[in-house]
């Protein structure tokens, strides 16, 4: 079983929809949990990150996390052209207002297509 | 402000050569992260450091592979007798003491 499991998609919305990613994982100390954006070619942008349960909301964007059930999600809502890209979904131990534990362990990525 | 740098962008490289990529972490930030990307794969963790310490090396290959964060300068990830199977994008991320990981545009390695 992969740590960090998704979709790889592609997963293709209509211009001005709601885009739906999601992510599980396995290892029940993970703490803190990051979306990252990334274009083909460039590098990961982060977008979102969230440490406790719920919902967690930046503009467009909406994370939820439910550690009971070891999942993670990014909802982008009135998706747009330009949020075509893949979106990783990444996790470490780290805390909250803690000591970093390192490593993200990062998902395959989904491919997200917004079309006109 | 700014942001996680890297050099070189581009780095060509043939098969036994020595390749050397070079990270300066954000303004504020003591940690430093390395990731490898393979083409249609995952990002992979490789080395955590902070100032000439390393703190985590478990996704490092054994051989060839060595990573340092020097008291003055930046990072280096060091390759040694680079092999076509090292082709690979090679991201550096900072992260201050608390706090979420950003990403330099990363450092394209192509063996020839």
């Known amino acids: 079983q992969k740590e960090v499991e998704q979709n790889s998609g592609p997963l293709s919305v209509p211009e001005g929809a709601i885009a739906s990613l999601n992510c599980t994982y396995s290892?029940?100390?993970?703490?803190?949990f990051f979306w990252y954006r990334q274009y083909s070619g460039k590098s990961p942008e982060l977008i979102m990150s969230?440490?406790?349960?719920g919902d967690k909301e930046d503009g467009r964007f909406t994370a939820q996390l439910n550690k009971a059930s070891q999942y993670v999600s990014l909802l982008i809502r009135d998706s747009q052209p330009s949020d075509s890209a893949t979106y990783l979904c990444?996790?470490?131990?780290?805390?909250?207002?803690?000591?970093?534990?390192?490593?993200?362990?990062f998902g395959q990525g989904t491919i997200l297509t917004v079309h006109p | 402000n700014a942001g996680v740098m890297q050099n070189p962008r581009h780095l060509v490289r043939r098969r036994g050569q020595e390749a050397r990529l070079r990270c300066s972490p954000m303004?504020?930030?003591?940690?430093v992260y390395w990731y490898r990307q393979l083409p249609e794969e995952g990002l992979k963790f490789m080395v955590y450091?902070?100032?000439?310490?390393?703190?985590?090396e478990s996704g490092m290959p054994k051989e060839r592979f060595s990573a340092e964060f020097p008291k003055e300068g930046p990072s280096i990830l060091r390759i040694q007798q680079v092999v076509r199977g090292d082709s690979a994008a090679y991201f550096c991320?900072?992260?201050?003491?608390?706090?979420?990981?950003?990403f330099g545009p990363g450092t394209r390695l192509t063996v020839t």
């Open positions: 450091l902070q100032k000439e310490n390393i703190i985590d």
């Open positions: 969230i440490y406790s349960n």
């Open positions: 990444a996790v470490n131990a780290g805390k909250a207002g803690g000591t970093s534990y390192g490593k993200l362990t």
């Open positions: 290892d029940r100390v993970s703490q803190s």
């Open positions: 303004k504020g930030h003591s940690h």
């Open positions: 991320a900072s992260s201050p003491v608390r706090g979420e990981q950003y």
